[in-house]
């Protein structure tokens, strides 16, 4: 899974990660049953809060992209 993160953007964070990972999803770079690292692993390897990572995390099983357990 690769996440680019561009402060500099006037997109959020949070929207940046949900974009990123529902396209990886889409075009099959994530697949089906593939366990995705932890929010406060994802938010150290970025160097940000967990917050934002939380907050895509949400959107993602909102909109049926991922599942939480």
Same mark, same amino acid.
């Given at each position: 899974?690769? #996440?680019?993160?561009?402060?500099?953007?006037?997109?959020? #964070?949070?929207?940046?990660?949900?974009?990123?990972?529902?396209?990886? #999803? @889409?075009?099959?770079?994530?697949?089906?049953?593939?366990?995705? =690292?932890?929010?406060?692993?994802?938010?150290? &390897?970025?160097?940000?809060?967990? %917050? =934002?990572?939380? @907050?895509?995390?949400? &959107?993602?099983?909102?909109?049926?992209? %991922?599942?939480? %357990?």
């Amino acid at each position: 899974m690769n #996440i680019v993160i561009n402060p500099s953007l006037e997109t959020p #964070i949070y929207t940046q990660i949900y974009s990123q990972i529902s396209i990886q #999803i @889409m075009n099959g770079t994530l697949t089906p049953g593939t366990k995705l =690292p932890g929010i406060r692993q994802i938010a150290t &390897e970025l160097r940000i809060s967990v %917050i =934002p990572v939380k @907050m895509a995390w949400e &959107e993602l099983d909102k909109n049926g992209f %991922i599942k939480t %357990i």
